[in-house]
């Protein structure tokens, strides 16, 4: 199955729950200090990177008017704080009911290494959307929970996926559930 055909089989399930996304945030929020012992005594050795550029695309499922649509999705992270806070700059554009949209995300993430080759980073934070569709708000802000799931296939090259919840605070209040996934690159 295709990036494009995981995300479109995601996002178009019939009333996903978000009760169900966020008890399973919490779970592995809970289980991932204990991974994280373990991840500690295995990492020896120092980051050799400034920075990650994100490539990849994204579904996305308004709850509220049960709609889907899917975009390219760009983004940076970096490590202000090594193994305790990664800040990530992501924007995404798609076009939905005859208008074009934009969004920016500013999630706070706490890294944890799982392994050599994996990395979980839950996260909360900012969003601002932009839509060119009549009738409504054209700017709004917003709040957004995401898990990253950071697979490295080599010391600078690997794929990602990153489930996310979020809210829009303004017409209408909208909660939508998405699904991101592409590769990354990292910076020297």
Known sequence: MTLVGLST?????EHPSPARFVTVVIA???LLPLASVRAIAEDTEEKDHVAVLEFGATGER???ERTSHLGPTVGIEIEPVENWLEVELGASTYRSQGATNWELELPFKKPFRLSSTIEVMPG??????HTTQPGVRSSVWGAEAVID???WRSKRLGWYLEPSYGVALGNGDKKSVALTAGIFFAVP
């Open 124 to 129: 909360l934070g900012p969003t601002w959307a």
């Open 28 to 30: 592995l929020g809970g």
């Open 62 to 64: 308004e709850i509220s």
């Open 9 to 13: 089989a995601f996002c178009m399930r």
């Open 149 to 151: 799931f950071f697979f």
